[in-house]
């Protein structure tokens, strides 16, 4: 029998031990609040009444080459994308999130079947994740002509590299014949069409390459098949225009990069609207230095998002930006879901990345760059009509919210890293 000599053994027991009753106890408090709210919210959902986003309009532009406009409207952004795809030629390339199988879903399904069926090149490419609740069977209504991949939800090759293989496909493209594209927040879906406020972009020039390019990246090196999208040579080696794309593949991770480069540089108001406000240390840096030497910081969430969680968890980080000046803008006419931003009057941009964590850490994500004063001032007509639906978060009103509140969201911290 070998009998420990060492006085710090013991010790150490306890400490681990503690450790570990810690962390379980911070588990299950965790588990208890965000069973709370999502039970809270099932309720307050199922009292709510459905009501029509307001629609802001849609607003053009020309930006050197490319002819831009912008979208609020999901009934008139759908009736453009299937007018699109009804006078595709040579290809179509679509990569979404949610695709749901109801009216919507099912027009656009049947505008790519009518495409492939006459001999257009069509790639579909959709997350797993994000559709389980939605049949299987529906998807199985595309035309054998049409080239499908669901990203998987399990099935991955996690041996190849553990970060490599994760994160969601939270891109929303369409790409025409190589010379039109659509990129933004809307999903596939009638609620988001009538419920939802959003906002997306159609692109007709030259940063169609960067949104085509990005489906073909993901496409071709993460699926073993034949059905290989092409290589095509840009038109313009530095467009005004430009395309940031996450490829979690290849590590590649630009979004955030171009966020804190354009932030870092604001000289006058920075204006950020996003569904779900988790930043990450080094962007929420960024908005309070920006804040502190005079910049007119703003950013517009959801008063109640779809996910009562991430809400929570963003509020945690509410005292901290009033206290350094930001104003945050609470839209309470619908959920919106727009992700969107512009500095200066000078740039914008329009995509699907969210200022969270999965969005700039680990999902594929897609936005797409503008500098240009008049795009930025469209952009501005769009965020000033989205503030006269939104309440004001003043410091006092902040302060003085229930202290049960403030228990919740402690609770709730240590959940940022994972949303």
Partial sequence: ?????DPNRGGRRLVLKAAGLAVGVTAAAQIVVAGSLIALDAVKKSERKQRQAPRPGTFHTQVEDSQLSIYTSGAELYDDMISAIDSAESSIQMETFIWKDDAVGRRFMQALNRAAERGVAVHVLYDGFAN?????AFFRGFSEQVHVVRMPVLARRYWRGPVRHTGFNHSKILVVDDGIGFVGGFNIGE??????????VREIGPAVW?????????WNDMFDHGAKIPWIEPTNWDPEVQVSANLPVQLVYPIRQMYLNAVER???????????FIPDQQILKALLVASERGVDVRVMVPKDSNHIVADWVSRGFYGQMLDHGVTILLYSAAMIHAKTATIDGVWSTVGTANI?????????ETNIEIIDEDFAAEMEKVFRSDVEHCEVLTSPEWRERNPLARVAELVLVPLRSFL
């Fill in 210 to 218: 960067g949104l085509r390019h990005s489906v073909k990246r993901v």
């Fill in 356 to 364: 969270d964590r999965l969005s700039l850490s680990f999902n594929y």
């Fill in 132 to 136: 389980l609740v939605v049949p299987r």
């Fill in 266 to 276: 604001a000289r006058d108001h920075i204006w950020i609207t996003t569904p779900y």
């Fill in 1 to 5: 029998m070998r009998i420990s000599t």
């Fill in 191 to 200: 609620t988001y069409a009538r419920e939802w406020r959003d906002t997306h």
